[in-house]
């Protein structure tokens, strides 16, 4: 039967336990070492670094604090809706309008305002040198969307 090594905790254990003894005898002398000359609390790395990181969460906190004073009184609660550019696809009237619905809206066409049809389609800008930023309702092939008036790419469709 092969023999058990002991687990690294065991052996942390056994360690601690047999250097228990000495730690308060080394506490005692720097004690009286630090009554005869108080600057050496500073030079104890044990008292310095625990100073070190109090002093670093304090900072935290007082950044925190000043920046939350530089708010404004009321935060402005986050968007429900999205302005909608729409175009009218009746030849006769070709109005241009905007609709503010929410974010998922997806119900086109909408009633125009203008000629009282259900003609609105969503408008997209179409930058091309042709175009030179005219508001198109854009044309779908495959996958992809295209502008109707010099067939310049849009982009993806969801």
């Given at each position: 039967?092969?023999?058990?090594?002991?687990s690294?905790?065991?052996?942390?254990?056994?360690?601690?336990?047999?250097?228990?003894?000495?730690?308060?005898?080394?506490?005692?002398?720097?004690?009286?070492t630090?009554?005869?000359?108080?600057?050496?609390?500073?030079?104890?790395?044990a008292?310095?670094?625990?100073?070190?990181?109090?002093?670093?969460?304090?900072?935290?906190?007082?950044?925190t604090?000043?920046v939350?004073?530089?708010?404004?009184?009321?935060?402005?609660?986050?968007?429900?809706?999205?302005d909608?550019h729409?175009?009218?696809?009746?030849p006769?009237?070709g109005?241009?309008?905007?609709?503010?619905?929410?974010?998922?809206f997806?119900?086109?066409?909408?009633?125009?305002?203008?000629?009282?049809?259900?003609?609105?389609?969503?408008?997209?800008?179409?930058?091309?040198?042709?175009c030179?930023?005219?508001?198109?309702?854009?044309?779908?092939?495959g996958?992809?969307?295209?502008?109707?008036?010099?067939?310049?790419?849009?982009?993806?469709?969801d």
């Amino acid at each position: 039967m092969p023999v058990q090594t002991e687990s690294k905790r065991a052996e942390w254990i056994a360690a601690l336990r047999e250097g228990w003894p000495g730690v308060r005898v080394r506490f005692d002398e720097w004690k009286d070492t630090v009554r005869e000359n108080p600057a050496l609390i500073w030079a104890t790395p044990a008292v310095r670094y625990p100073v070190y990181g109090i002093g670093a969460l304090l900072a935290v906190w007082a950044l925190t604090w000043a920046v939350g004073q530089l708010q404004p009184p009321e935060a402005v609660p986050p968007a429900e809706t999205a302005d909608f550019h729409v175009l009218c696809t009746n030849p006769e009237c070709g109005h241009h309008f905007v609709i503010n619905e929410e974010f998922d809206f997806d119900d086109f066409p909408v009633v125009c305002p203008k000629c009282k049809k259900k003609t609105g389609q969503r408008a997209v800008r179409c930058a091309s040198q042709t175009c030179r930023g005219r508001w198109v309702v854009p044309e779908k092939r495959g996958d992809e969307y295209y502008c109707p008036y010099c067939a310049g790419y849009l982009g993806k469709a969801d």
